[in-house]
């Protein structure tokens, strides 16, 4: 198989290794690094791919497998801990629930707003688009995707500052 045969046959299924990256490590970056990875991968087999029944569901297993390697790998040396400086990080059952109810909170108020504003939002701050992006998928500018978003977060902070001093005078 040659170069460009190999860029037919994994350009239908590229984004969507990048997707299933980013999904798992979070990180653009990183999540660009393992599709990378797996491409090096798959292009060292490129002898042999023509015999497998699905090339992409191989490219996928790959990328999770590679993915979870890396979370494991970043946990092992994250889990370092020396004794007599450990402290546990575990917040208390009240600080969960409340944290919990405040989530609550937040997506009933998000629910509540003009639908631009809540498509900004979750592109924002729950997918991380970049604003240029987000311009193009609302079909507006960056400038006012950025007053769209600082006017959806004013309402979403004063909702639940009335929710959190209720009765405190």
């Known amino acids: 198989m040659n170069q460009n045969e190999f860029v037919l046959l994994i350009n239908p299924f590229k984004d969507k290794l990048f997707r299933l990256a980013k999904r798992l490590l979070v990180s653009t970056e990183e999540a660009e690094d393992a599709t ?4 090096v991968k798959l292009w060292s087999k490129n002898e042999n791919l023509e015999s497998y029944n699905s090339v992409e569901a191989m490219a ?4 999770k497998n590679y993915c979870l390697d890396q979370l494991k790998s970043k946990r092992a040396s994250n889990l370092k801990i020396v004794h007599n ?8 059952l009240d600080k969960k629930v409340e944290d ?9 108020i998000i629910n509540q707003l003009p639908e631009q504003q809540r498509l900004i939002i979750q592109l924002r701050d729950i997918e991380q688009c970049e604003f240029s992006e987000i311009a193009k998928i609302v079909e507006m500018n960056e400038t006012a995707v950025r007053v769209a978003l600082s006017r959806a977060r004013k309402t979403i902070r004063e909702y639940m500052f009335k929710t959190h001093s209720y009765g405190v005078q």
């Open 85 to 92: 400086n450990y402290t546990d990080r575990e917040p208390s």
């Open 100 to 108: 919990n109810d405040s989530l609550d909170w937040v997506e009933k």
């Open 36 to 39: 990378q990875e797996i491409l």
């Open 60 to 63: 996928m297993t790959m990328t």
